[in-house]
């Protein structure tokens, strides 16, 4: 996924996707969303989340993930919605 340009969304939910969340996904060029709700993701979310300054959109909702948030959220200055519950 690293070689997508130009890529504006990525929507995996609700498809069964187990495991951590992969660290390569911030290869990502210039993701608005990414909706990776209604998994078995599982660990907590990883601070290079916010290293992709575009992102206004995060949904993780209903999966497995535990621990506290990441202070990197900070650095998301465009975020307009995180869903985490």
Same mark, same amino acid.
């Given at each position: 996924?690293?070689? %997508?340009?130009?890529?504006?969304?990525?929507?995996?939910?609700?498809?069964? %996707?187990?495991?951590?969340?992969?660290?390569?996904?911030?290869? %990502?060029?210039?993701?608005? +969303?990414?909706? *990776?709700? !209604?998994?078995?993701? +599982?660990?907590?979310? %990883?601070?290079?989340?916010?290293?992709?300054?575009?992102?206004?959109? *995060? !949904?993780?909702?209903?999966?497995?993930?535990?621990?506290?948030?990441?202070?990197? *959220?900070?650095?998301?200055?465009?975020?307009?919605?995180?869903?985490?519950?």
């Amino acid at each position: 996924m690293s070689k %997508l340009e130009g890529l504006m969304a990525v929507d995996l939910s609700n498809n069964h %996707l187990s495991g951590k969340i992969p660290k390569n996904w911030n290869d %990502l060029h210039i993701p608005y +969303t990414i909706d *990776l709700s !209604k998994n078995k993701f +599982t660990g907590g979310i %990883l601070s290079w989340m916010c290293s992709m300054h575009s992102l206004n959109w *995060l !949904k993780l909702s209903d999966n497995k993930l535990s621990g506290e948030l990441s202070p990197s *959220l900070q650095n998301c200055t465009r975020m307009s919605s995180l869903q985490q519950l």
